[in-house]
T-cell receptor, first 115, second 111 residues
Framework: AQTVTQSQPEMSVQEAETVTLSCTYD???????LFWYKQPPSRQMILVIR??????QNATENRFSVNFQKAAKSFSLKISDSQLGDTAMYFC????????????FGAGTRLTVKP | NAGVTQTPKFQVLKTGQSMTLQCAQD?????MSWYRQDPGMGLRLIHY???????DQGEVPNGYNVSRSTTEDFPLRLLSAAPSQTSVYFC??????????FGQGTRLTVV
């Protein structure tokens, strides 16, 4: 079974600085998707960024980028120029392309951006 | 587009009561899922559906039933509520298992 591990329950960062959230996963599949979701206090789940495992290039979305290390099964999220609105829970998620409705989530990292 | 709509947003049940959480999507997505979110455990898959008339169990299916009679709707039924089912429930839909779009969640308390 696939598992997703987020080893940092809580993190904090000063506004305008950079922070990296860690995620590792375990799978025997070779084709899969990885996601980072953000959950602000409103409880809404918002997609931050996605990465297809067959793509070697790391995904980027404005201030958000990932470091995808397929061999190490690592998928970290870097947030640059942190903003107060980035304060939220962040979940790493994995879905394989064989049973691609079985999305697995990590336990989450609570990020606080301090002014 | 409303996206994924869940009702109700909050619910309190007594132990042993039954209820249905409603979920509807207007994006014509084939895939729909139900998750529960508990502190320190992320989201766990309860049941999912890959199309009308097709459902399957996820990671934590016990105590829950689902059906999928239309593409748009995917209700989750609690048969006999227990305190262990106190949680936040999310419905999600996706196009063939890609990016999942989530509803706003239902906070359920069983007393």
């Amino acid at each position: 079974a696939q598992t997703v591990t987020q080893s940092q329950p809580e993190m904090s960062v000063q506004e305008a600085e950079t922070v990296t959230l860690s995620c590792t996963y375990d799978t025997s599949e070779s084709n899969y998707y990885l996601f980072w979701y953000k959950q602000p206090p409103s409880r809404q789940m918002i997609l931050v960024i996605r990465q297809e495992a067959y793509k070697q290039q790391n995904a980027t979305e404005n201030r958000f980028s990932v470091n995808f290390q397929k061999a190490a099964k690592s998928f970290s999220l870097k947030i640059s120029d942190s903003q107060l609105g980035d304060t939220a829970m962040y979940f790493c998620a994995f879905t394989n392309l064989i049973n691609n409705n079985d999305m697995r989530f990590g336990a989450g990292t609570r990020l606080t951006v301090k002014p | 587009n409303a996206g994924v709509t869940q009702t109700p947003k909050f619910q309190v049940l007594k132990t042993g009561q039954s209820m249905t959480l409603q979920c509807a999507q207007d994006m014509n997505h084939e895939y729909m899922s139900w998750y529960r979110q508990d502190p320190g455990m992320g989201l766990r898959l309860i049941h999912y559906s890959v199309g009308a008339g097709i459902t399957d169990q996820g990671e934590v299916p016990n105590g829950y039933n689902v059906s999928r009679s239309t593409t748009e709707d995917f209700p989750l039924r609690l048969l006999s509520a227990a305190p262990s089912q106190t949680s936040v429930y999310f419905c999600a839909s996706s196009y063939r298992g890609d990016e999942a779009f989530f509803g706003q969640g239902t906070r359920l308390t069983v007393v």
